[in-house]
């Protein structure tokens, strides 16, 4: 198994839920870790929390939607660690909807966040483990990019582009540059993400969705670890996390 000690790793939308979650996991093994997410007061307690705990966390205030706040973080990372072993592209978000209800804002963010940011984030970190000679670039894709249920077509849409964006990625970096590539890819999880909808189909369908959802964030966190755990010549393409226990 690799060492995650010491390892930089590089976690968006880390002020809740998967991220932070992760962000806690990690750090407990030894890692250095960097939080990106727009709300700072949820970045700063976060932190706190694995920092007064005896791990290494500091934090940058990133909109992953802004290609210049992400290049931004990214520089960040090196200013503090020299270096940036892990990207944990996780940014994400789930406003869900029928496609007739024409919800083109919701559409247009969902797009933005879930591949713009995780584009973005790639983009700049690419260069940097070329230069290292190695290096990991991990995706919280979903169980929705593998089949659409009816109010959730863009988001889904939006992870499976994520699947071939990152089987591309592999394809192109893994066999000479050593850049390691996974996604992760849970069911359903208690999780904030679920973002709304005026819809009163959609929400009752995403609360029973929510009550028998069976994962949790830890599950997914140490989901994380394994795929970073693994030697280096073991590359984890996909897991792909459902529950066996539904609640309720």
């Given at each position: ?149 009816p109010g959730n077509a863009v988001y889904a849409g939006t992870k499976y582009a994520l699947r ?85």
């Amino acid at each position: 198994m690799t060492e995650t000690k010491d390892k930089v790793i590089v976690i968006t939308g880390a002020s809740s839920g998967i991220g932070a979650e992760t962000a806690r996991v990690l750090a407990q093994k030894g890692a250095k870790i960097v939080l990106a997410a727009r709300n700072e007061a949820k970045l700063k307690q976060v932190a706190d929390t694995i920092n007064q705990a005896g791990g290494t966390a500091v934090y940058c205030v990133t909109d992953v939607t802004d290609h210049g706040q992400v290049a931004a973080l990214v520089q960040f990372a090196l200013e503090k660690f020299h270096k940036i072993d892990v990207l944990f592209a996780n940014a994400g978000l789930m406003p869900l909807s029928y496609l007739r209800e024409n919800k083109y804002h919701e559409w247009d963010q969902t797009i933005d966040v879930n591949l713009k940011g995780v584009l973005y984030a790639i983009g700049e970190v690419i260069p940097i483990m070329e230069q290292q000679g190695g290096g990991q670039i991990i995706a919280t894709d979903s169980i929705a990019g593998h089949r659409v249920s009816p109010g959730n077509a863009v988001y889904a849409g939006t992870k499976y582009a994520l699947r071939a964006i990152m089987n591309g990625l592999r394809a192109e970096e893994g066999p000479t540059k050593c850049i390691r590539v996974a996604m992760i890819s849970p069911g359903n999880v208690s999780t904030n993400l679920y973002t709304g909808s005026s819809n009163p189909e959609v929400q009752k369908s995403v609360h029973n969705a929510e009550l028998n959802a069976g994962l949790v964030t830890k599950d997914i966190a140490n989901a994380v670890a394994y795929a970073i755990e693994q030697p280096g010549n073991v590359e984890i393409d996909e897991l792909i996390l459902q529950s066996i226990h539904q609640k309720g």
